[in-house]
């Protein structure tokens, strides 16, 4: 059972390029998060998502995009990097949207 | 919006217990949620509490009152793999989940 799995585990990526950050999760659950976590800040929400077809915007959305075209896969996208989202990014899901969430393993992206 | 506040840092001693508290003012309340987070690993669930009063689960126990916005998380008979740190996280009206910076807990020998 994988859970939820983050790809890649780790990039840097110089500023300016498009990178996509995936995510894909294998419990069936309808809603799924995105957060970035950076020290001395705690987890933000960037975009979340409540049944495939449907997103909505958290707390920090801007310069991130996203898409939820089925169940399993959330990915996350930053049209053109700017070093302010050097940051690791944690996938997350959840049965509803009243229950726990599970977290992926985590996205460490550094932008030069 | 919403504001979480939570120690930095607290060290304790290998057997003792830590109480960590977390203060919340937040424009909706749908139950507060503590989570524990290795360095360099992903946050995993720990307790969930919703009504006022206390939650034990094995050697964690979390404390909730919603009235004065306060809950803790109690950690009993510390051992060595416990040091982390603890997100406090409340989920407002609209399901979506807010994270104080969190606490990191060191337990040493």
């Known amino acids: 059972i994988a859970g939820i799995t983050q790809a890649p585990t780790s990039q840097i990526l110089a500023a300016g390029r498009r990178m996509t950050l995936r995510c894909t999760q294998d419990m069936r659950h309808n809603a799924m998060y995105w957060y970035r976590q950076d020290l001395g800040l705690g987890l933000r929400l960037i975009h979340y998502?409540?049944?495939?077809?449907?997103?909505g915007k958290g707390e920090v959305p801007d310069g991130y995009s996203v898409s939820r075209a089925n169940t399993d896969d959330f990915p996350l996208t930053l049209a053109s990097a700017v070093p302010s989202q050097t940051s690791v990014y944690f996938c997350?899901?959840?049965?509803?949207?009243?229950?726990?969430?599970?977290f992926g393993p985590g996205t460490r992206l550094t932008v030069l | 919006g919403q504001n979480i506040d939570q120690p930095t840092e607290m060290t304790a001693t290998e057997g003792a217990i830590v109480q960590i508290n977390c203060t919340y003012q937040t424009s909706g309340f749908n139950g507060l949620f503590w989570y524990q987070q290795h360095a360099g690993e992903a946050p995993t669930f720990l307790s969930y509490n919703v009504l006022d009063g206390l939650e034990e689960k094995g050697r964690f126990s979390s404390f909730l009152s919603r009235s004065k916005g306060y809950s803790y998380l109690l950690l009993k008979e510390l051992q060595m793999k416990d040091s982390a740190s603890y997100l406090c996280a409340v989920r407002d009206d609209d399901y979506k989940l807010s994270f104080g910076a969190g606490t990191t807990v060191t337990v040493r020998a």
């Open positions: 997350a899901s959840s049965e509803g949207d009243s229950g726990e969430q599970f």
């Open positions: 998502s409540n049944t495939a077809g449907t997103t």
